[in-house]
């Protein structure tokens, strides 16, 4: 090889690998430092995007085992208010059993369908009050949302449906008649107690409840225009279902059949009947004059007997909700493991793609470190080579 100085072809190979070197050994002091193998597009275009689709997948699948979860406890708080419910329906199974005995006074009865009264107003205050996270349980239902980040699946958590005593064939107690009037010149303006506005030569019933409160009802509000001012009669009945009172008349059964709650009736029975609506009450043998039944009361032997077979099956309705909700729960438990192992399963692919290989480096930072010790060796042996030149110039 001729010497010249003109170009210094050595140095210029050993200062390019050197670049090489020091880009190569920068990259692994990064890798080393962050603990991440791929720090920037460069890196790795390809790996970075499938770490990235990856760690996408893993969040969705991580929040989407918390929906599943957050699922289990709204039909968890439902299952403790059932549980709740049947434990009122044994105690109205115990007053139905006692009171259908018939060895108890006027005043023994009246007070056991008190309690069973009671009992069936906390059912129904149950129903509407218990909530999850503002959401009622028994009326609104849960979608359970989960998703992989690409493929989405939603669990209907479906409401449990109404457990409110008229929902379960039990309905309110036994509602007592009292007064029919026209509206007062107070009166009018105002509402009863059902929301009604009442207007001047509306019909009102003036009446106590089984709990002894006072009740106000607009008779002609809700379409009984035939309800002369005076005492209330069979032939114009009110009868009180959950929220509403529902005006009608009792007259006998025309044939045998069963009512809106499932009793059971025959043409020797009173039926009551709405004057708008469906839905018929079987009253019992006897028209009432002055107590009006909506569903279940022990206020006789009769009646509490017709109780204990509604409150029997309420306690199977409330147990098929409770095995409904079981189900519910354990499907949105099996969901949450299947995202819980499936989150792991892909923050593991994606941290084999994206974690620095300590070993592997560690080896690379060895080698780059010599060769750059090497590589400033030679180039600056290369820069002296060119020295020789001037020796043959003396």
């Given amino acids: 090889m001729s010497l010249g100085v003109l170009n210094n072809i050595s140095a210029l190979y050993a200062e390019n690998n050197l670049n090489q070197t020091q880009s190569s050994l920068q990259n692994t002091l990064t890798q080393l430092s962050s603990g991440s193998r791929i720090n920037s597009g460069a890196d790795d275009a390809a790996g970075l995007s499938l770490a990235d689709g990856l760690t996408a997948s893993s969040t969705a699948l991580s929040q989407s085992a918390s929906n599943a979860s957050e699922g289990v406890d709204f039909l968890q708080v439902?299952?403790?208010?059932?549980?709740?419910?049947?434990?009122?329906?044994n105690r109205a199974v115990t007053l139905a059993t006692e009171a259908s005995n018939g060895t108890l006074d006027s005043a023994q009865q009246a007070a056991t369908n008190a309690e069973y009264s009671s009992i069936m107003t906390e059912i129904s205050t149950i129903n509407s009050n218990t909530e999850y996270n503002g959401l009622n349980v028994f009326s609104k239902a849960a979608n359970i949302f989960t998703s992989d980040g690409t493929v989405s699946q939603t669990y209907a958590t479906s409401a449990l449906g109404s457990t409110s005593s008229d929902s379960l064939s039990l309905g309110s107690s036994v509602y007592v008649a009292g007064n029919v009037a026209a509206a007062?010149?107070?009166?009018?303006?105002?509402?009863?107690?059902?929301?009604?506005?009442?207007?001047t030569g509306d019909n009102i019933l003036a009446a106590t409840g089984p709990d002894g409160s006072k009740v106000t009802i607009d008779l002609t509000s809700m379409g009984d225009t035939t309800t002369a001012a005076g005492a209330l009669s069979a032939a114009n009945a009110v009868a009180i279902s959950g929220d509403n009172a529902i005006a009608g008349a009792?007259?006998?059964?025309?044939?045998?059949?069963?009512?809106?709650?499932?009793?059971?009736?025959?043409?020797?029975?009173?039926?009551?009947?709405?004057?708008?609506?469906?839905?018929?009450?079987?009253?019992?043998?006897?028209?009432?004059?002055?107590?009006?039944y909506v569903g279940t009361s022990l206020d006789s032997t009769?009646?509490?007997?017709?109780?204990?077979?509604?409150?029997?099956?309420?306690?199977?309705?409330?147990?098929?909700?409770?095995?409904?909700?079981?189900?519910?729960?354990?499907?949105?438990?099996?969901?949450?493991?299947?995202?819980?192992?499936?989150?792991?399963?892909?923050t593991s692919a994606e941290n084999d793609v994206m974690a620095t290989d300590y070993s592997s480096a560690t080896s690379d930072l060895s080698k780059y470190e010599i060769l750059e010790q090497t590589g400033i060796s030679a180039?600056?042996?290369?820069?002296?080579?060119?020295?020789?030149?001037?020796?043959?110039?003396?």
């Fill in 250 to 292: 009792v007259a006998a059964a025309a044939a045998s059949g069963t009512d809106e709650y499932g009793s059971a009736y025959t043409t020797a029975d009173q039926i009551f009947t709405p004057t708008t609506g469906t839905g018929t009450i079987n009253m019992g043998t006897t028209a009432p004059t002055t107590n009006t």
């Fill in 379 to 394: 180039l600056a042996q290369a820069n002296s080579t060119e020295q020789l030149v001037t020796k043959l110039l003396q």
């Fill in 78 to 89: 439902a299952d403790g208010a059932l549980s709740q419910v049947t434990s009122l329906l």
């Fill in 302 to 346: 009769a009646q509490a007997e017709i109780a204990l077979t509604a409150i029997t099956s309420a306690i199977s309705q409330v147990a098929a909700s409770r095995g409904t909700e079981g189900a519910e729960v354990n499907t949105l438990n099996a969901v949450e493991n299947v995202q819980t192992t499936e989150s792991t399963n892909t």
């Fill in 184 to 199: 007062t010149t107070a009166q009018v303006g105002t509402t009863d107690s059902y929301g009604n506005a009442i207007k």
